[in-house]
């Protein structure tokens, strides 16, 4: 699923060529992708917190493969991009899974599947690159879409008899309004900011888009903020663990999608124009390889790392990682071995911030909400790829001559851009509440933040409250002994409301 953004970067050239369109049209294979998973994400893993995960990722994989097949087959451009809006549908699938690991792995175990499944989204975006040049030579475009539906398939038909389903569900349901207006301003934002360089950035149509979506999310706002059965909880994003990590998120976002967008750009740049190596598809994707094998390993070392540093060292390490990786790109840019080695600095940092962001998530907020709330982490990080990106790309282009073509100068600047993020997240992590992870040895169901006291050891340390204040009162041999929890909790709640509405409790 994370392979399917990055996956058809290098091909679309091929493609505008093969179906007889324009640039402009070929670049909406991207758009449409991203502004599918955008707009359903949140909502498809509200739906797996309400009626169930494991038939919703169902749903979410069918979609998938539905729209991998149609995009095989399109003989045009027009079905090619509705089969990127149907595989943009399996966005939640991500989201889903971490309610499930939530739900059915032991406490102990759960931040470092969290910490595997992280490492997977985020190899898989950069992964894509790599892949899509030998793919293309060896079986043609269409293969960037046929062979996903035949890899999704199987993995649905595996999920079907395999993953078991969620238990407890709070009921309630998808009111149309929440949905529209969720929808409609992430829609209104990531157009602008996908299309406004062609666009123009002060166009009306482009500004008019940006304070639509600035409507749009004010009267969202307040329309989640008075449901009784919100599709995101307002009171959930605003804790302390949740908008900080989504700041995080949005600010790793902008750093991740830029560099995995301009790198092989750079790259792949005729070096008669004062920069670049000239680089061949696949070349370009190997120099941004240990970009995915840093994420993978950082994925990997995320949970020990957590119970050794906690959340917010942790992740204000991983962002310093991200600054000083895009800073050596910088420095150091004369060589591809220079540039490969800062992208896996860059890529070891984002493994473990990936991994971090999607466990403190995880971790902050009710097993009810755990879908649509990592939904929205992830959108958020989504809004931040297209905001970078921008940014990057107007930097860059800004210094474009006659010709068309940047100059070092401009991607220099987009990479000090890039390090600014890096240090805006440092920053931005030293926010997270600093709780480290702890659970109770002798209980591997306890959460991970803290180890909690079943409820019959809760009662009976309430009863022993209420027993020794009475102990004054009463003659030893009448203070009962032999009660078990259920029959303490009964007397417990049969007793009188004393003087000055003070329970017996």
């Known amino acids: ?85 149907l595989q943009g549908l399996g966005g939640a699938v991500f989201p889903l899974a971490f309610g499930l690991i939530r739900e059915n792995f032991p406490a102990a175990r759960v931040a470092g599947a969290v910490g595997i499944m992280s ?60 949905a529209v207006l969720l929808a409609g301003w992430l829609v209104a934002l990531l157009l602008p ?97 240990p970009m995915t094998v840093g994420m993978a390993v950082g994925g990997a070392f995320s949970a020990p790392l957590t119970r050794l540093l906690g959340y917010r060292i942790q992740l204000m390490t991983a962002s310093a990682m991200g600054a000083i990786g895009s800073a050596l790109i910088v420095i150091e840019h004369f060589a591809l071995w220079q540039i490969a080695l800062a992208c896996g600095i860059y890529g070891l940092g984002l493994g473990i911030a990936y991994a971090a962001l999607t466990n403190v998530i995880v971790n902050a907020v009710p097993a009810h909400q755990t879908g649509v709330a990592t939904g929205m982490n992830t959108n958020i990080r989504t809004v931040g790829g297209a905001v970078g990106t921008a940014i990057f790309g107007a930097i860059v282009t800004s210094t474009a001559g006659m010709a068309g073509l940047p100059t070092a100068a401009g991607y220099t600047g987009a990479f000090v ?53 009475a102990g004054a009162a009463l003659p030893a041999d009448e203070i009962p002994t032999d009660r078990n929890p259920a029959g303490l909790e009964a007397d417990l709640d049969a007793a009188p409301t004393l003087r000055d509405g003070i329970s017996a409790r």
């Not at 123009?200 to 888009?209: D, H, N």
């Not at 903020?225 to 600010?251: C, E, Q």
């Open 1 to 85: 699923m994370s392979m399917l953004q990055s996956l058809l970067n290098p091909a679309l050239p091929l493609i505008q060529q093969e179906l007889h369109t324009t640039q402009t049209a070929t670049t909406w294979i991207l758009t449409a992708w991203a502004l599918s998973a955008a707009a359903s994400t949140p909502l498809v893993g509200r739906m797996g917190d309400l009626f169930g995960k494991k038939r919703t990722i169902l749903f979410a994989l069918g979609a998938i493969v539905a729209g991998s097949i149609l995009a095989t087959f399109a003989p045009s451009i027009g079905l090619l991009l509705a089969g990127r809006v």
């Open 119 to 178: 490492s997977v989204i985020a190899v898989g975006g950069g992964l894509g690159s790599v892949l899509a040049g030998p793919i293309v030579d060896a079986l043609g475009w269409r293969a960037l879409f046929w062979l996903p539906a035949a890899v999704v398939a199987i993995v649905a038909i595996g999920a079907a008899f395999v993953l078991p389903e969620s238990e407890s569900r709070p009921g309630g349901r998808l009111r149309p309004l929440g």
């Open 193 to 289: 900011l996908s299309n406004g360089s062609r666009w123009g950035w002060a166009s009306p149509l482009t500004i008019g888009l940006f304070a639509l979506a600035a409507l749009l999310m004010l009267v969202w706002i307040r329309v989640e903020a008075t449901s009784p059965t919100p599709i995101v909880d307002m009171k959930m994003m605003r804790l302390p663990a949740v908008w900080t990590t989504n700041l995080v998120a949005f600010l790793f976002g902008a750093g991740m999608f830029a560099m995995i967008t301009f790198v092989p750009q750079y790259v792949q740049t005729s070096p008669a124009q004062g920069y670049g190596f000239g680089a061949s598809v696949t070349l370009a994707g190997l120099v941004i390889l």
């Open 417 to 469: 851009f890039i390090t600014i993020t890096g240090i805006a997240a440092t920053a931005a992590a030293a926010l997270i509440p600093g709780r480290r992870p702890a659970r109770d040895a002798s209980d591997p169901k306890t959460t991970v933040e803290t180890a909690a006291p079943s409820h019959a050891e809760a009662l009976e340390a309430e009863a022993s409250v209420v027993i020794a204040a």
